[in-house]
Nanobody, 119 residues
Framework: QLVESGGGLVQAGGSLRLSCVASHTVFSISVMGWYRQAPGRQRELVAHINSAGTMSYADSVKGRFSISRDNLKKMVYLQMNSLKPEDTGVYYC???????????????WGQGTQVSVSS
C-alpha cells in the first residue's frame, strides 16, 4: 500500500531521489518517513516529517538528505545528496495513517527500494 521508487546504483558523491506514494484510500496521514537497513544491521530511521511539516533526521544524514511531502498526492520524498558507501541499504517508506474517518491510526511499510553507493 506504500510504493517506493527511485533507488539505484550511484557513485559516491552522487545523488538520488526516492519517492513513496500511499496507493490506497487514505483519510489522513500523520507521520511519513524513511528507514533503511544495511546488510547485517538493524533497520534505522533516516528521516521523518509530520503533518505540520516538522522534519527530523538521523545525525548521519543531516546536511545531506532532505525529506519532503505532498499531502494532496499522498507522497513523501527523500532527496539524497553527497551519497556515501555507508548509505547503501534497502530504504523503506513508512507512514502512520488512517484509511477512513472511523479507523484507527496504523503503521504501514513499503516493500523497500535498494540504494547502492559505490566508492
Amino acid at each position: 500500500q506504500l510504493v517506493e521508487s527511485g533507488g539505484g546504483l550511484v557513485q559516491a558523491g552522487g545523488s538520488l531521489r526516492l519517492s513513496c506514494v500511499a496507493s490506497h484510500t487514505v483519510f489522513s496521514i500523520s507521520v511519513m518517513g524513511w528507514y533503511r537497513q544495511a546488510p547485517g544491521r538493524q533497520r534505522e530511521l533516516v528521516a521523518h516529517i509530520n503533518s505540520a511539516g516538522t522534519m527530523s533526521y538521523a545525525d548521519s544524514v543531516k546536511g545531506r538528505f532532505s525529506i519532503s511531502r505532498d499531502n494532496l498526492k499522498k507522497m513523501v520524498y527523500l532527496q539524497m545528496n553527497s551519497l556515501k558507501p555507508e548509505d547503501t541499504g534497502v530504504y523503506y517508506c513508512n507512514a502512520e495513517l488512517r484509511t477512513t474517518y472511523i479507523s484507527s491510526t496504523r503503521n504501514y511499510w513499503g516493500q523497500g527500494t535498494q540504494v547502492s553507493v559505490s566508492s
